[in-house]
Structures are given as structure tokens and as C-alpha cells.
């Protein structure tokens, strides 16, 4: 009887036991993963950088599904400020099973008219900021020989984008760590992914004009934008033991955009 609700409640919450650390979690695709990773029952640590009530909110809302989370503030783009909230994390929760790099920005422009304050600040957060929380956190994943991390890069990373050289070269580089790192930990019990969305519906992509959208949406064979949710399905199955013999994949969530 023990037996059958114990695998009743793996399957219902199969992260139960597992932290994860969610980067810029307040909204969007960040809050869409954090509420998706703990209704499997995962303790999550809610990143934001700006959005604070956000961040605060999502955490609020695991809380009354009977979950576990905190806020944590942290600008990824700060090497020193990533090391503090990875030991924050593991010291309140004992162990940090699944990271997910979701923070990210766009400062789109073309490559004429582009400054070197966008290119910079773009790569500083967008691949930066991931190498900051790997560097830190694989401490804990060697120790525990265990470890799920999850890069949240871009189709434009595969394909480039007119007007977003800093962002494509930012997300393109994130394939580069995801493959190199996944290689150097494959043999030690921790995987590496990289998920890679294509047009969804978040404020990034709220700020696009009608005629940019309809251009994209031109070229999405399903005819349609994806919803942040769609892309948290991906990350929760990478996040869990389902995805076990997988690591150094890019998946595209995208609408058939990119193939
Ligand atoms: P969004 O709604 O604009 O949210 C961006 C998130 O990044 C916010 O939570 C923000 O946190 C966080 N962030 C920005 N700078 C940060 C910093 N320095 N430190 C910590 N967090 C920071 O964007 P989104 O659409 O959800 O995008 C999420 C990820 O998916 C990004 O990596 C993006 O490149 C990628 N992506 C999105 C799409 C799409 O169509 N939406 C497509 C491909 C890839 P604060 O507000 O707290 O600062």
C-alpha cells in the first residue's frame, strides 16, 4: 500500500526532493518554469533581478499549492553576486539538483547603429550570467555526482537574426558552454541542455511592432506564437529523471520555425 502511494507521488510529482534555481523567474518564461518545476515538487528558488513583486508573487503562489520557494535578487551579469546566491541556496536547502539559465534581455539594433553598451550588457547577461551560475554551482552538482542544467538560448542562436547580432552572438555562444560543459561533466552524473524557443509570448516579445510580429509569425509553419508554458514543458521533462541518457542537445520549442 506504502509502496503504490509513494510511486503514485513519483509520478504525479516526480521532482519532488529536487532543488532547482530558476534565473529571472519573476515572469515570463522564468515564471512559467519556476510554477511548472515546483507543481512537480520541486523547492524553487524564484531569481529576479528588477522584478521583485513579481518575484514574490510566484513565490507566493507555489506557497498555496503546498510548495516550497524563495526570491532571491541577483544580477547574473555580477560573477561575485552568483557565487553568494548559490551559497545561499545550497545552505538553505542542503543540495541544488537543477539549474535553469533563463535571465535574458534584448537590445536589438543594427550592426551600424548597434553601441557597445548593448553588445556588451546583452552578452554579459545572456551567457555571462550562465557561465556565472554553472562555474558556481557545479561545485555541489560534482559533490553530489548529480546535476540538471538547462540553458534557455534561441532560435536566433541557430539561425541569426537581422537587427540582433549581440543577442544571436549571446545565444549562439550559450550553444558553445551548453555542448563544452556537457561534455566535461557527462561522465560525472550531470547533464547539460540547451532549449531553444522560438516566437513566444512574453513581455520581450510584447514589444515588437505589428509588422515585425506578423513577419514572424509568417515564418512559424503552425501559424502561431507559443506560450510560455509550452517551453516550460520542455524544461520540467530535461529537469527530471526522464531525460537521464540525454545531455548537449539543443531542443527547439519553436513551431516547426527552425528545422
Ligand atoms: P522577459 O519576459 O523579458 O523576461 C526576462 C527575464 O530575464 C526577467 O525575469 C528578468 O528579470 C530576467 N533578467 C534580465 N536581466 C537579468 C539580470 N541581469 N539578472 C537576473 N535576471 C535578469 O523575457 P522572456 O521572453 O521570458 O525570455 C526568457 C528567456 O527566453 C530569455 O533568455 C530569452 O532570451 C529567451 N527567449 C525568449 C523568446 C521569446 O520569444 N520570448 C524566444 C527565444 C528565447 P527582472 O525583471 O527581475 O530583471
Redesign the pocket.
Given at each position: 500500500m506504502m509502496e503504490g502511494t509513494e510511486r503514485n507521488n513519483e509520478a504525479v510529482r516526480p521532482l519532488l526532493g529536487k532543488t532547482a534555481l530558476v534565473?529571472?523567474?519573476?515572469?515570463?518564461?522564468?515564471?512559467?518554469v519556476a510554477l511548472t518545476l515546483a507543481s512537480q515538487g520541486a523547492a524553487v528558488a524564484v531569481?529576479?533581478?528588477?522584478?521583485?513583486a513579481?518575484?514574490r508573487e510566484v513565490v507566493a503562489q507555489i506557497e498555496s499549492m503546498g510548495g516550497q520557494a524563495q526570491a532571491v535578487?541577483?544580477?547574473?551579469?555580477?560573477f561575485a553576486a552568483c557565487g553568494k546566491m548559490a551559497e545561499e541556496i545550497a545552505a538553505r536547502y542542503g543540495h541544488v539538483d537543477i539549474l535553469v539559465?533563463?535571465?535574458?534581455?534584448?537590445r536589438d539594433n543594427l550592426i551600424l547603429r548597434m553601441t557597445e553598451e548593448e553588445y556588451d550588457r546583452v552578452l554579459?547577461?545572456?551567457l555571462k550570467?550562465a557561465f556565472n551560475t554553472i562555474r558556481h554551482l557545479s561545485r555541489y552538482f560534482l559533490k553530489q555526482r548529480s546535476g540538471k542544467v538547462i540553458n534557455?538560448?534561441?532560435?536566433?542562436g541557430i539561425m541569426g537574426n537581422g537587427g540582433q547580432a549581440n543577442?544571436a552572438a549571446?545565444?549562439a555562444g550559450l550553444i558553445g558552454l551548453t555542448k563544452s560543459v556537457a561534455r566535461e561533466l557527462a561522465g560525472k552524473g550531470i547533464s547539460v541542455n540547451a532549449v531553444?524557443?522560438?516566437?513566444?509570448?512574453?513581455?520581450?516579445?510584447?514589444k515588437l511592432s505589428d509588422s515585425a510580429r506578423g513577419k514572424l509569425l509568417e515564418r512559424i509553419p503552425m501559424g502561431h506564437?507559443?506560450a510560455?508554458e509550452d517551453?516550460a514543458r520542455l524544461v520540467a521533462f530535461l529537469a527530471g529523471a526522464g531525460s537521464d541518457y540525454i545531455t548537449g542537445q539543443v531542443i527547439c520549442v519553436?513551431g516547426g520555425m527552425c528545422m
Open positions: 534565473t529571472g523567474a519573476g515572469r515570463g518564461i522564468g515564471r512559467a531569481n529576479y533581478n528588477g522584478s521583485e513579481q518575484a535578487c541577483c544580477d547574473v551579469s555580477d539559465n533563463n535571465a535574458g534581455v534584448t554579459e547577461i545572456n550570467g534557455i538560448t534561441s532560435v536566433s543577442y549571446s545565444k531553444a524557443p522560438g516566437f513566444i509570448d512574453t513581455d520581450m516579445t510584447g506564437a507559443g510560455a517551453v519553436d
